[in-house]
T-cell receptor, first 115, second 114 residues
Framework: GNSVTQMEGPVTLSEEAFLTINCTYT??????LFWYVQYPGEGLQLLLK?????DKGSNKGFEATYRKETTSFHLEKGSVQVSDSAVYFC??????????????FGAGTILRVKS | SQTIHQWPATLVQPVGSPLSLECTVE??????LYWYRQAAGRGLQLLFY??????ISSEVPQNLSASRPQDRQFILSSKKLLLSDSGFYLC?????????????FGNGTRLTVT
């Protein structure tokens, strides 16, 4: 079946540190991949996406590259800020997925950035 | 531009009482609509989704139900709340096409059943 696995958190970093949050997926065919961010007390917001192999999604200094050979979509940022503290979700969808075009989400990774 | 409204933002209800959470979307037509629940501030559980008026698919059999009386209105209900219904409820929509259009979430309702 289709699934997304994210690294366990929480991830705690100092301000200006480099961030990597690992995401790997299981899916047949060619899924589209997404990263969502959830700030405390809010709904999820789309952070970035990639729709085919080797695509790089980027937004707000965050980047992720769709690696089909390793079935991965790791999220990176060169210099995190306290305001980046949030929960990050990796997700996928496929054209052949069943009725409703549902997204499959990972469990989420909590990021805490200390000043 | 499209917007999604979800209310109320917070709700405290006694066990056994009814529930009605409402979600409306503006600026789009024929969206797919979804209700998620998030427990313990982490994982998302898809509860219901709808691809059209009156068309509801349930992902998890439980104490809740959903209805879509209008194209851009999605309602989550319960006749009698349980303690285990506490959580953060999120409504979301997406365009039907393309298939990989992103989900757009509301700001959620924090439900506490006492």
């Amino acid at each position: 079946g289709n699934s997304v696995t994210q690294m366990e958190g929480p991830v705690t970093l100092s301000e200006e540190a480099f961030l990597t949050i690992n995401c790997t997926y299981t899916a047949t065919g060619y899924p589209s991949l997404f990263w969502y961010v959830q700030y405390p007390g809010e709904g999820l917001q789309l952070l970035l996406k990639a729709t085919k192999a080797d695509d790089k999604g980027s937004n707000k200094g965050f980047e992720a590259t769709y690696r089909k050979e390793t079935t991965s979509f790791h999220l990176e940022k060169g210099s995190v800020q306290v305001s980046d503290s949030a929960v990050y979700f990796c997700a996928l969808t496929r054209k052949e997925m069943e009725y409703g075009n549902k997204l499959v989400f990972g469990a989420g990774t909590i990021l805490r950035v200390k000043s | 531009s499209q917007t999604i409204h979800q209310w109320p933002a917070t709700l405290v209800q006694p066990v056994g009482s009814p529930l009605s959470l409402e979600c409306t979307v503006e600026g789009t037509s024929n969206p797919n609509l979804y209700w998620y629940r998030q427990a313990a501030g982490r994982g998302l559980q898809l509860l219901f989704y709808s691809v059209g008026i009156g068309q509801i698919s349930s992902e998890v059999p439980q104490n809740l139900s959903a209805s879509r009386p209008q194209d851009r209105q999605f309602i989550l209900s319960s006749k009698k709340l349980l303690l285990s219904d506490s959580g953060f409820y999120l409504c979301a929509w997406r365009d039907r096409d393309p298939y990989n259009s992103p989900l757009h979430f509301g700001n959620g309702t924090r439900l506490t059943v006492t």
